[in-house]
């Protein structure tokens, strides 16, 4: 049995209020989005409520951003590109094949290294990326009325609002593969108990 | 509006306002004459014209139409206008000076232009595009009687008229902006009309845009501004495709939110601003592109991990079957 103490409390509390914001994002922007469609919010209901909470998820990943840079949380963030490609393969083949036929896992989580190597780049990609794209496109769409009418030839608002949906789309897969592969430590629960308590607890049994 | 008739019909009405219907009305209604502190804000030059025309009651019938012509001017409207500052006869003939006014004075017909024609500061508005854009109105075309001496001052109030000021909510200015429209055109509201009945979320739409954003021209030519057209469509030509304001592109918001300014942003707060701003517009996110593709990827991408996870749970309950 071993234990690790992975996720300071100020992680784990800016983790939780994410994945519920995450939540309401999706549920109220698809309710603008596809407004008029039966089951869904009133669109009255979800612009305050999704302009709210995009505002949360803005300080949330500021605070997020800021956590890495000040404490050594962000370790966890830097790729190490020699032999990345290599771990890729074998990740990918662990996931693809390996997890059917009781392979043993080929990344240990350490303190020093929390994420295998498809977790780090995917959560780099949703953190680094996507989210920057999502948190401006948003902002740029609340205050659509100070964009200037074209860019690049193109209008302005029409950019917005595109990259803005292919954003939320690509997070939306995100955070569903998340849920999806977070099960797949020593037991399904094993990762969801450790973002919960901070602890990555390991028994030392067979995988499943 | 206080000043609802149209040019001719103003011209019509001071006609027959000689001296001595005038007389008379200044005998039967001097008991509602305006309190002395309701025109002591009006400039000094205006009181004389105040002391009658700010009296509630100050009006008389037409001889021609039979109608009821209002002569009433609200010193508190036309002081908070964006002419209060003028005096009267700044844009009524000189001869008004004059009591009982002269018949010289009675056929001035008085339009925007009239005054407007040479801008000298930069200004949103386009007296000249507002003109040309006005000689194709319906409102300047049609045959109907009804529009007969149509003029500016049969819409904007000169006595009244205001910019909309910043921070007011954008219900109120849709609301006012209709008020106008709705003065002539209110049986197309009858609960019973079919008109617009055609119209999606009617309800929706008389109370969040203006009846003029369908009803006037959608594009508008690089060298106006980007203010609504003057130029009123008829029915028939009027905007009846959802996709002109439902989508990415900005006519609409640009047109709608001209009203908007830093100020506004300053005064609400930036995070007040952003929560209870009303910029999206439904439609203007889809894409049946991105849309088709984003679900269908999430689609696999479901049915993907849910056989992967069967495939997980089948295996570990043979790993557990081998196990002794």
Known sequence: MSAIYLYPRWLRLWHWLSALL?????????????????????????????????????????????GNLITDNGRHYRVQWHGLAGRLIAQIRYYGYGIFHGAPHPFAVTAAMKFNVLQQLSYVGAMYLLMPLLILSGWAFLFAFYLPETLFGIGALWIVAMTHLTVAYALTLFLLVHVYVITTGETPLTNPRAMLTGWHRETGAPLH | MNDPSPGPRRRRRLAVVSSFGMAVLLQTLGATAAAPSATAAAPLQDRACLRCHAMATLAYRDDTTGRLVDLFIDPGRLAASVHGKLACVECHAADYRYYPHPQTATGERLDCVGCHQEERAPTDYSFQAITAQYAKSIHANSDDSQTQGFGCHSCHDPHGFRVSPVGKPLGAIVRDANRVCLTCHAQVRDPVSDLHRWLPNRDAHWTAVRCVECH???????????????????????????VNCHSGSQPLLSRLYAYRSKEDLARDGLF?????????????????????????????????????????????????????
């Open chain 1, 22 to 66: 995450f939540l309401v994002l999706i549920v109220s922007g698809v309710s603008m989005h596809y407004a008029g469609t039966p089951g869904l919010l009133s669109f009255k209901q979800a612009v305050p409520i999704h302009n709210a909470a995009g505002i949360a998820l803005t300080l949330g990943w500021i605070a997020f951003v800021v």
């Open chain 2, 216 to 242: 006037t021209p959608m594009a508008v030519s690089t060298d106006e501004t980007h203010r609504v057209s003057h130029q009123i469509l008829p029915a028939k030509e009027s905007n009846l495709t959802c």
């Open chain 2, 272 to 324: 007040a601003k952003a929560v209870f701003n009303e910029a999206y517009v439904v439609g203007m996110s889809r894409s049946p592109l991105i849309d088709g593709l984003g679900l269908a990827v999430i689609g696999l991408t479901a049915l993907g991990l849910a056989a992967h996870g069967v495939g997980r749970y089948r295996a570990c309950q043979r790993s557990r079957g081998k196990q002794p």
